[in-house]
């Protein structure tokens, strides 16, 4: 048998030195570092296995179970005849697994250190797993599993290592998870033993007062023989970069709350880990550490907190642990990312810096004190360089760290954007008695407030990001317009963000891109409006720009014929379109002289006559009256920036005007229309209208439903007309209301051939809704589609805030939109036909047929 003897002198200025080593053929090796100063050993058998290494049985604990079940006998010391023979001798025997290696260790008197090379030799090589252990050791394993799962510091730790990582299986418990404990077999603990315990994976470190020759000699008549096998390693997922935050909260039935927060870190054999643990010690590992003198002791935030780097051979992490009471929490986690946040973005003193390092000296001083504590310094500096000499080099690399490299790793490791905070409290006993609908948990309530000179203003409060809504719904619109400027406000709303006296066009682009802003700028039927929204730290930033827009917009004459001209040229494409042909034709023949009667970009040769004087009075008359406006601010504001937006608002040059009354209501035809409108186009569209209700009739909430029953492949418009004749392209039923009343339209894109077939067929489903209404299936399906879209915008505080600053403009409260879902409930199935008959009934539809005509 060979091997490779290497003995080399310590040299002077090493605190460690350089072990012996010896490397054997089948890929054993052992480090033997002598010291005389006592007459002990510790003798440490290192196997590069661990949970993360568990492959197909990962969640089993086999590398932990494996650990348990060594010490139920080996072939020459079976049962516990080993810990026995350590006890007698005057040692001590025992192991730990962790995530990436298990070590198995004797510390005894040094003249015995071939009776624990023996030893541990023989566990790591032969074991026998007898049966009659194996379900003992199972069952002690479960329970300790089970007195884990009591713990709550262990419980939020191991959650902590889930939630920070997503590929890597460090994630993973090193113990396992109670099910796939329970399914360990025999067989799936020998196999897994195979694979990983081998030669090529496993190392000795020795150190005491020993001869470095002794212990090689023994080691190759015990090991000399041990075949090598299962070379190849399992891959482990790498790591993907973390590039958003997790913020989670846990319950456990404790009286006290605990917060853990982590980083993902690198690796043992990154450059950056030495300045990483000086990081961790200034900010919470000594008394004097910033997180214990500032949350414990002056704000007395925290009972107890600390800071770690954990830092393996693979991938690692770097938090900050703390006990608190309940009522502290928030305040003790602001702290917390407070202190990092200052150690991120300015450098710590020079002798802060250098009195930490010397705690840090000194405490890896201490631990060499004692040969358990060197072997596993070398151990460790041998599993992650795969040599000794690292663990002589970590002083000097320590005693170099500066402030500078302290500020480098805290903003490039401790990124808010990359954090993972979990926050545990006590079980809520209200919690468990009285369990409120989701739909109420995740509703925030609206506050409505009335400003000096009229505006109103809606706010809506939700600080789960950190993000704001503002918006602005002024009196505009269609119904505002008449026949010679019809389509005045949709080119408003187009003009506003073209300059103001503050901004250009240009800057004002820069500006929103540049601060991650959006802006919306809209003109309907009934309303202009203004949205903004963005970071919650660009607010101001916001505010500013949304103020200059509303108070001071240029409407300057090149700007001006701009958009008019791509207005006009819009139009023009417009009435070659089927679908919008057609809707305007039927707006045209329902209305009549209402401005309902236009669409809201207008009509060509109303929007040829408009000029920049127009535009100028028609914003400061129309739009600008105080008291028909109204404001909207949702997501995570304070009384600061609503103050900023009151400032805002009472800066507005309001008109002082009367505000310009509404037309009179529409006077319908009294006689069926049909219409047909010939297009140089392959398609026709067949459309077919009704009047309907306004915004603020009671029918509306059943008209909600008919549309939502009506539309999609399951209504019984597309079934008829697609499925069954194959005659549509699309059908469906749209409808538009507002201050005055709205209409339902059915509409249907066919071949020109089928046109008066498939025209037909929706005058007959028209005829049967208003005849039968909506089947229960129908209604049922129609009511929970409107139900979920509600919901659906629960998770949108702006849009929620928009729908209620709308709901305040038309005057149906701020609250409407909160209550829509119990009225929508409470609506029967026989009260919706009703209002369904009422309305699809009518003997006097609009029809208007667009199209080539049947070739």
Same mark, same amino acid.
């Given at each position: 048998?060979?091997?490779?003897?290497?003995?080399?002198?310590?040299?002077?200025?090493?605190?460690?030195?350089?072990?012996?080593?010896?490397?054997?053929?089948?890929?054993?090796?052992?480090?033997?570092?002598?010291?005389?100063?006592?007459?002990?050993?510790?003798?440490?058998?290192?196997?590069?296995?661990?949970?993360?290494?568990?492959?197909?049985?990962?969640?089993?604990?086999?590398?932990?179970?494996?650990?348990?079940?060594?010490?139920?006998?080996?072939?020459?010391?079976?049962?516990?005849?080993?810990?026995?023979?350590?006890?007698?001798?005057?040692?001590?025997?025992?192991?730990?697994?962790?995530?990436?290696?298990?070590?198995?260790?004797?510390?005894?008197?040094?003249?015995?250190?071939?009776?624990?090379?023996?030893?541990?030799?023989?566990?790591?090589?032969?074991?026998?797993?007898?049966?009659?252990?194996?379900?003992?050791?199972?069952?002690?394993?479960?329970?300790?599993?089970?007195?884990?799962?009591?713990?709550?510091?262990?419980?939020?730790?191991?959650?902590?290592?889930?939630?920070?990582?997503?590929?890597?299986?460090?994630?993973?418990?090193?113990?396992?998870?109670?099910?796939?404990?329970?399914?360990?077999?025999?067989?799936?603990?020998?196999?897994?033993?195979?694979?990983?315990?081998?030669?090529?994976?496993?190392?000795?470190?020795?150190?005491?007062?020993?001869?470095?020759?002794?212990?090689?000699?023994?080691?190759?008549?015990?090991?000399?023989?041990?075949?090598?096998?299962?070379?190849?390693?399992?891959?482990?997922?790498?790591?993907?970069?973390?590039?958003?935050?997790?913020?989670?909260?846990?319950?456990?039935?404790?009286?006290?709350?605990?917060?853990?927060?982590?980083?993902?870190?690198?690796?043992?054999?990154?450059?950056?880990?030495?300045?990483?643990?000086?990081?961790?010690?200034?900010?919470?590992?000594?008394?004097?550490?910033?997180?214990?003198?500032?949350?414990?002791?002056?704000?007395?935030?925290?009972?107890?907190?600390?800071?770690?780097?954990?830092?393996?051979?693979?991938?690692?992490?770097?938090?900050?642990?703390?006990?608190?009471?309940?009522?502290?929490?928030?305040?003790?986690?602001?702290?917390?990312?407070?202190?990092?946040?200052?150690?991120?973005?300015?450098?710590?003193?020079?002798?802060?810096?250098?009195?930490?390092?010397?705690?840090?000296?000194?405490?890896?001083?201490?631990?060499?004190?004692?040969?358990?504590?060197?072997?596993?310094?070398?151990?460790?500096?041998?599993?992650?360089?795969?040599?000794?000499?690292?663990?002589?080099?970590?002083?000097?690399?320590?005693?170099?760290?500066?402030?500078?490299?302290?500020?480098?790793?805290?903003?490039?490791?401790?990124?808010?954007?990359?954090?993972?905070?979990?926050?545990?409290?006590?079980?809520?006993?209200?919690?468990?008695?009285?369990?409120?609908?989701?739909?109420?948990?995740?509703?925030?309530?609206?506050?409505?407030?009335?400003?000096?000179?009229?505006?109103?203003?809606?706010?809506?409060?939700?600080?789960? #990001?950190?993000?704001?809504? &503002?918006?602005?719904? @002024?009196?505009?619109?269609?119904? +505002? !317009?008449? =026949? $010679?400027?019809?389509?005045?406000?949709?080119?408003?709303?187009?003009?506003?963000?073209?300059?103001?006296?503050?901004?250009?066009?240009?800057?004002?682009?820069?500006?929103?891109?540049?601060?991650?802003?959006?802006?919306?700028?809209?003109?309907?039927?009934?309303?202009?409006?203004?949205?903004?929204?963005?970071?919650?730290?660009?607010?101001?930033?916001?505010?500013? #720009?949304?103020?200059?827009? &509303?108070?001071?917009? @240029?409407?300057?004459?090149?700007? +001006? !014929?701009? =958009? $008019?001209?791509?207005?006009?040229?819009?139009?023009?494409?417009?009435?070659?379109?089927?679908?919008?042909?057609?809707?305007?034709?039927?707006?045209?023949?329902?209305?009549?002289?209402?401005?309902?009667?236009?669409?809201?970009?207008?009509?060509?040769?109303?929007?040829?006559?408009?000029?920049?004087?127009?535009?100028?009075?028609?914003?400061?008359?129309?739009?600008?009256?105080?008291?028909?406006?109204?404001?909207?601010?949702?997501?995570?504001?304070?009384?600061?920036?609503?103050?900023?937006?009151?400032?805002?608002?009472?800066?507005?040059?309001?008109?002082?005007?009367?505000?310009?009354?509404?037309?009179?209501?529409?006077?319908?035809?009294?006689?069926?229309?049909?219409?047909?409108?010939?297009?140089?186009?392959?398609?026709?569209?067949?459309?077919?209208?009704?009047?309907?209700?306004?915004?603020?009739?009671?029918?509306?909430?059943?008209?909600?439903?008919?549309?939502?029953?009506?539309?999609?492949?399951?209504?019984?418009?597309?079934?008829?007309?697609?499925?069954?004749?194959?005659?549509?392209?699309?059908?469906?039923?749209?409808?538009?209301?507002?201050?005055?009343?709205?209409?339902?339209?059915?509409?249907?894109?066919?071949?020109?051939?089928?046109?008066?077939?498939?025209?037909?067929?929706?005058?007959?489903?028209?005829?049967?809704?208003?005849?039968?209404?909506?089947?229960?299936?129908?209604?049922?399906?129609?009511?929970?589609?409107?139900?979920?879209?509600?919901?659906?915008?629960?998770?949108?505080?702006?849009?929620?805030?928009?729908?209620?600053?709308?709901?305040?403009?038309?005057?149906?409260?701020?609250?409407?939109?909160?209550?829509?879902?119990?009225?929508?409930?409470?609506?029967?199935?026989?009260?919706?036909?009703?209002?369904?008959?009422?309305?699809?009934?009518?003997?006097?539809?609009?029809?208007?047929?667009?199209?080539?005509?049947?070739?």
């Amino acid at each position: 048998m060979s091997r490779n003897v290497n003995i080399r002198p310590l040299p002077k200025e090493s605190l460690i030195g350089e072990p012996a080593s010896l490397s054997l053929d089948n890929g054993l090796r052992t480090y033997v570092l002598p010291r005389h100063a006592a007459p002990v050993v510790s003798v440490q058998a290192w196997v590069k296995t661990g949970s993360i290494h568990e492959a197909e049985w990962l969640g089993c604990g086999l590398s932990h179970f494996l650990e348990h079940m060594l010490f139920q006998g080996s072939l020459r010391y079976p049962k516990q005849s080993a810990s026995e023979l350590v006890h007698k001798l005057g040692g001590d025997i025992n192991a730990y697994t962790s995530h990436g290696v298990t070590v198995y260790y004797i510390e005894l008197p040094a003249e015995h250190v071939g009776t624990a090379l023996d030893i541990l030799c023989d566990m790591i090589q032969t074991p026998v797993f007898p049966k009659a252990k194996f379900k003992l050791e199972k069952d002690v394993i479960l329970r300790e599993r089970d007195m884990g799962r009591d713990n709550p510091g262990r419980v939020i730790n191991e959650r902590l290592w889930l939630e920070c990582f997503d590929s890597h299986p460090v994630r993973h418990p090193i113990i396992g998870y109670r099910p796939l404990i329970e399914s360990v077999d025999q067989n799936m603990m020998k196999a897994y033993y195979e694979r990983r315990y081998t030669p090529g994976r496993s190392f000795f470190v020795v150190t005491g007062a020993v001869s470095p020759e002794l212990v090689f000699e023994r080691i190759s008549e015990l090991a000399g023989a041990w075949a090598p096998r299962q070379l190849a390693e399992i891959p482990i997922p790498l790591e993907t970069p973390r590039s958003c935050a997790k913020n989670l909260k846990l319950c456990f039935k404790d009286p006290l709350a605990r917060i853990a927060l982590a980083y993902q870190s690198p690796p043992a054999c990154h450059e950056d880990v030495p300045a990483l643990d000086v990081l961790a010690s200034i900010l919470g590992q000594n008394k004097g550490s910033r997180l214990v003198q500032k949350l414990k002791h002056e704000r007395q935030l925290a009972i107890n907190i600390s800071s770690f780097n954990y830092t393996p051979l693979f991938c690692g992490i770097m938090g900050v642990s703390a006990l608190c009471s309940p009522e502290n929490a928030d305040g003790l986690k602001r702290g917390i990312f407070d202190e990092i946040e200052k150690i991120r973005s300015k450098p710590a003193a020079k002798s802060e810096v250098e009195s930490v390092v010397a705690q840090q000296v000194a405490e890896y001083l201490r631990t060499l004190r004692s040969n358990s504590g060197l072997a596993r310094m070398l151990g460790n500096s041998i599993l992650s360089y795969g040599v000794a000499d690292y663990a002589d080099k970590y002083i000097a690399q320590l005693t170099k760290i500066t402030a500078a490299d302290i500020k480098r790793v805290a903003a490039n490791y401790l990124n808010p954007e990359k954090a993972t905070l979990l926050t545990m409290l006590p079980d809520d006993p209200q919690k468990t008695k009285s369990k409120p609908s989701l739909a109420k948990q995740a509703c925030p309530s609206p506050e409505l407030e009335k400003l000096p000179g009229g505006p109103r203003l809606v706010s809506l409060f939700e600080g789960s #990001l950190p993000l704001f809504d &503002l918006c602005a719904v @002024l009196p505009g619109g269609t119904i +505002f !317009e008449n =026949e $010679k400027n019809a389509g005045i406000s949709q080119l408003i709303a187009k003009l506003l963000p073209a300059g103001t006296g503050k901004y250009t066009e240009q800057k004002l682009a820069e500006l929103i891109d540049q601060n991650g802003l959006d802006l919306n700028i809209s003109s309907g039927n009934n309303s202009c409006v203004l949205r903004i929204d963005g970071p919650r730290d660009r607010f101001d930033t916001a505010l500013k #720009l949304f103020g200059s827009i &509303l108070s001071e917009p @240029l409407f300057r004459e090149e700007e +001006f !014929e701009r =958009e $008019k001209r791509n207005t006009l040229d819009s139009l023009k494409s417009r009435k070659l379109n089927p679908q919008n042909a057609a809707e305007d034709a039927m707006l045209l023949r329902l209305y009549g002289k209402h401005p309902y009667a236009n669409p809201s970009c207008g009509r060509e040769k109303s929007v040829a006559s408009l000029s920049t004087s127009q535009v100028h009075d028609f914003y400061a008359r129309v739009c600008l009256q105080p008291r028909k406006t109204v404001f909207g601010l949702a997501g995570d504001f304070d009384s600061k920036m609503l103050s900023s937006l009151r400032k805002m608002i009472a800066s507005l040059n309001w008109s002082s005007s009367p505000a310009p009354a509404l037309p009179k209501r529409p006077v319908f035809p009294d006689s069926a229309i049909s219409e047909q409108i010939l297009l140089p186009r392959e398609q026709s569209v067949i459309l077919i209208g009704v009047p309907a209700c306004d915004n603020l009739s009671p029918a509306r909430h059943a008209l909600e439903i008919l549309q939502e029953a009506m539309n999609g492949q399951a209504s019984p418009l597309f079934r008829s007309i697609r499925e069954d004749s194959g005659l549509a392209y699309y059908t469906g039923l749209y409808s538009s209301r507002g201050f005055h009343e709205g209409f339902l339209a059915l509409y249907a894109g066919t071949h020109p051939e089928a046109s008066q077939k498939v025209c037909s067929l929706i005058e007959k489903e028209r005829r049967r809704l208003g005849r039968e209404g909506l089947s229960t299936e129908e209604f049922d399906a129609g009511r929970a589609c409107v139900l979920y879209t509600i919901s659906d915008q629960a998770q949108n505080p702006g849009a929620q805030v928009f729908n209620s600053a709308l709901s305040e403009f038309y005057g149906e409260g701020f609250r409407a939109p909160w209550q829509r879902a119990d009225e929508i409930r409470g609506l029967s199935h026989r009260e919706t036909n009703r209002i369904i008959a009422k309305y699809l009934s009518s003997a006097t539809p609009v029809t208007v047929i667009t199209g080539p005509g049947q070739k």
